[in-house]
């Protein structure tokens, strides 16, 4: 059986590497003439940056079953000890996130009010339903202050995106499923520890933050010189043609168009790519994928010396609700998080401007970023003067929103999967944004095509 992987993300590369260690043909056809999509990490007078993700979470134990199949479990290093501490604004002022009961008790992130509004939480009967929003959820279980002063920056910081437009069930399906079982995140929460422990997974609250010594650019670096046999860079797909169960992939290299028929294929581009190759297959599903928004985000990385921060960071860094109406999102502290990652006596901070929470900003010039970002920072840390390093990465199209009716086109694309013999999805846009989340599906889709692929012998 021969099967073609369109996208040489992290999806698509972990895919094929993982069906080419199953005995099964694999292609893989990228766009761009280089892998990662992106992920992608750089060296610049010192400074190790990262274009996307900075990090991953250590939820499942597949992620160590690739990186031991790899070889490459020596390279993978945790976040430090003293990235501990997060930061949340209020009032114009940084606040550490309480990690515990007591110093949730302790707080002033969060009034006497929110905090007794949170006992109430396992007495709530009321469930979600498929079409909630993140923040009806969570103002219906946990309050209004909770949503302004957590969940809200927290949305923020992981998908660039606002609570009020996001389904709960596509984007953080866990607390779905805590209160459709245990009818309360608390009980839930305190219950499904056991069951978490039987399956060796762990919840993204307690899960470890890592990446590489070189970055997470090793992680591409190692399945592609596996696989790099296998994958065709500079291939733009042009078409996707399904008759009797077999595809024929036109795809074009420097202007000259190639076709070669498969018996099974993966979708793992965007849905923006996704959306016309999909039109053979399904015409209505593939307008559905158009609506889906990619808000725009800028990072702006900029490198200090110790001498010129008022605020010395010592923790992951901090985030910003959209009530304290701000011009960034927040500001992760790399080279606290993570080491070789600044100059000795310097600190590398990677701040984030845009997001669908102001995506007009995305618009600036790079001079006008910069200057919004030096502006926060010197009231926000107390930053002295200019950084010795800036450097501003723009992405158009970030990150997937999972909207209000997220959960119905996923059960679509699923119902798709089922009544159309070889085709999968394998994609940020489905179910997960994270790179350990398109890992893991990258090994469900791995072992489905291992199973259609037994009618072949």
């Known amino acids: 059986m021969k099967t073609a992987i369109i996208g040489g993300g992290i999806s698509g590369l972990t895919t094929a590497y993982l069906l080419q260690q199953k005995g099964i043909q694999v292609k893989l056809f990228e766009k761009n003439i280089f892998p990662g999509g992106n992920i992608r ?98 103002e219906r279980r946990l309050g209004k202050e909770f949503l302004d002063y957590a969940i809200n920056p927290f949305v923020a910081g992981v998908f660039a995106g606002d609570p009020a437009n996001l389904n709960v069930k596509a984007a953080f399906p866990k607390l779905y499923e805590l209160e459709q079982k245990y009818g309360s995140l608390i009980k839930g929460q305190l219950k499904s520890r056991k069951e978490r422990k039987q399956r060796n997974e762990e919840s993204k609250q307690s899960a470890k933050t890592f990446t590489f010594i070189g970055g997470l650019t090793e992680l591409v670096d190692a399945i592609y010189l596996e696989i790099k046999g296998n994958v065709v860079l500079g291939a733009e797909v042009n078409n996707i043609s399904n008759n009797d169960n077999k595809y024929r992939i036109t795809y074009s290299i420097d202007g000259i168009v190639n076709s070669e028929i498969f018996d099974s294929i993966v979708l793992a581009a965007p849905a923006k790519c996704a959306i016309s190759l999909l039109e053979q297959i399904s015409d209505s599903l593939s307008k559905e994928l158009s609506a889906l928004y990619y808000p725009p985000v800028a990072v702006v990385l900029t490198g200090f010396k110790k001498e010129a921060l008022g605020f010395i960071p010592d923790g992951f860094g901090f985030l910003i609700p959209g009530v304290e109406k701000r011009k960034i999102l927040g500001s992760l502290w790399t080279s606290v998080i993570f080491p070789f990652r600044a100059p000795e ?112 012998l």
């Open 41 to 138: 990490t750089e060296k610049i007078n010192g400074y190790l940056i990262e274009h996307g993700p900075n990090s991953t979470l250590e939820t499942t134990p597949l992620i160590n079953t690739l990186l031991d199949s790899l070889g490459i479990m020596d390279r993978k290093i945790y976040a430090s000890e003293s990235a501990k501490k997060r930061y949340i604004l209020k009032n114009g002022k940084l606040f550490p996130l309480p990690m515990s009961p007591i110093a949730f008790i302790k707080t002033k992130l969060f009034s006497i009010s929110a905090k007794l509004r949170l006992l109430k939480e396992p007495f709530i009967k009321s469930k979600s339903n498929e079409l909630e929003t993140i923040a009806e959820f969570t």
């Open 345 to 456: 006596g310097s600190y590398l901070l990677t701040n984030f401007i845009g997001g669908s929470r102001q995506p007009e900003i995305f618009n600036k010039s790079d001079t006008e970023l910069g200057e919004i970002v030096l502006s926060e920072l010197k009231e926000l840390m107390g930053v002295k003067g200019s950084p010795e390093f800036i450097k501003i990465i723009r992405w158009s199209e970030a990150i997937p929103q999972y909207s209000k009716y997220h959960a119905i086109l996923t059960d679509k694309l699923e119902k798709l999967q089922e009544e159309t013999s070889g085709l999968y999805i394998c994609s940020n846009y489905y179910k997960g944004i994270s790179v350990c989340d398109c890992i893991k599906n990258a090994f469900a889709t791995a072992e489905k095509i291992e199973d259609y692929s037994k009618k072949f």
